[in-house]
């Protein structure tokens, strides 16, 4: 059926939709008594329903068991991560001993790094897109400068070629092969925060492995978003958040993925008592024994009331499922790319997608350049109730999440946008 730029067209489709009812178990902010139209899942996600009672959970056996809930609580907390760890397998297309849920975002980048960041030689060079997420510019130029490296020539950005935005798989093959024996890592966005570009992980890690470099990603932009699969992909390690499109909650925590390969080589890491073989964690003793899974990598002890959150999001993940996620994540966003064509074709306004078309290289967010109108814009659809967001210097993003998004959004956000261009 051609897409049609109708009410009773987006209504049709969402009637349709076998996902439609993970929508009621959202919180959405309100503007004018009705529900915001919220496009900015790729930078918080709203709020499970189920968030309250799983914190008040935790809460309550606190208060009812002080110290000893760490074993006796509904939920243990000593044990809080491995409740998570079947879900983010499923999530990230990993086997079970390669996830865990640890830390922070970037501390991740960190920690994962201080293992497979190994400058020794004329091998010192991390390669990775043009304007990655700045924290990770930031982790990659710290660690250049902390093993005495340079970043103005050791960190290499490939480029789009002239008059484009997004990069070419070929290209960024050859950047590898041109680094070759310099390379030290490769380490991309899954999904770039700025164009919407999805890289291809697998092409990226076969080429870095060739010429003897280790290949990770950021997945804060993936996770939750691409169907992964990173054991498949035969990705070395990778790092994400929870908070974007896994809807658990402002700096709640992040997740980390070692292939298994790794697992047990005694790998240089940073130890910490939670990376500690936990059968004996409780000796206290003086020499580390790492977990012979990627909870080696851990440090520090379960955030539980982030992983309250954490698990209802996931739970909601494992009944919609990855794949009839990313299904309707494709039909929707191909009909936003649709509604944005109708709108520029209908005001004669320029509105430029940089997102590349070939859903394989896309995830649901679509970036657009307003040509001749910049942020004011921006300004005019939030003060209609559009909540999407703007990336200096000249980029809208707009993310219609398939967990609770519908094509009659999509459609009102096209029907925002027109009278906001025409006015």
């Known amino acids: 059926m051609k897409p049609e730029n109708t009410l009773a067209y987006a209504q049709a489709q969402d009637a349709n939709d076998p996902l439609r009812a993970f929508r009621s178990e959202f919180h959405f902010p309100q503007h004018g008594g009705n529900d915001v139209l919220y496009f900015t899942g790729n930078s918080l996600g709203l709020q499970p329903k189920a968030a309250a009672d799983a914190l008040k959970q935790e809460l309550d056996d606190w208060a009812r068991f002080g110290v000893e809930g760490h074993f006796q609580a509904k939920h243990p907390w000593y044990s809080y991560h491995e409740e998570l760890t079947a879900s983010l397998a499923r999530l990230v297309g990993a086997l079970p001993e390669e996830v865990v849920a640890m830390n922070q975002l970037t501390s991740n980048l960190h920690f994962l790094m201080v293992s497979f960041y190994r400058p020794s030689g004329k091998r010192k060079k991390i390669l990775t897109e043009t304007r990655p997420f700045p924290s990770d510019t930031y982790a990659f130029t710290s660690q250049l400068s902390f093993h005495g490296g340079d970043p103005e020539t050791d960190l290499v950005e490939v480029q789009p070629r002239a008059g484009e935005h997004t990069l070419r798989t070929e290209d960024i093959i050859a950047k590898i092969n041109e680094l070759s024996d310099e390379l030290a890592l490769v380490c ?176 649901c967010q679509l970036s657009i350049l307003a040509h001749g109108h910049g942020k004011a814009l921006f300004n005019r659809i939030t003060e209609r109730g559009v909540i999407a967001d703007w990336r200096e210097p000249n980029v809208i993003r707009v993310a219609p999440v398939p967990m609770y998004n519908s094509f009659e959004d999509v459609w009102r956000f096209g029907q925002i946008l027109t009278e906001c261009l025409a006015a």
């Open 188 to 363: 991309f966005g899954g999904v770039n925060f700025y164009t919407g570009q999805a890289f291809d992980m697998a092409a990226i890690t076969k080429a870095a492995h060739a010429v003897g470099a280790y290949a990770g990603f950021d997945l804060a932009h993936a996770a939750g978003n691409l169907h992964l699969k990173l054991h498949d992909c035969n990705v070395d390690f990778a790092c994400w958040c929870s908070y974007k499109y896994l809807n658990s909650g402002p700096g709640s925590v992040a997740g980390a993925f070692v292939h298994q390969r790794h697992l047990g080589q005694q790998l240089p890491l940073f130890a910490g008592w939670w990376g500690h073989d936990k059968n004996e964690r409780f000796k206290m003793e003086r020499t580390f024994k790492p977990m012979p899974t990627a909870e080696a990598w851990q440090v520090s002890n379960a955030p539980v009331f982030s992983m309250a959150v954490h698990r209802v999001a996931l739970e909601q993940f494992d009944r919609a499922g990855i794949a009839n996620l990313r299904a309707k994540s494709e039909q929707l966003t191909a009909y936003l790319a649709f509604i944005i064509a109708e709108v520029a074709k209908s005001t004669g306004t320029h509105l430029e997608v940089i997102t590349p078309s070939d859903p394989a290289q896309r995830g």
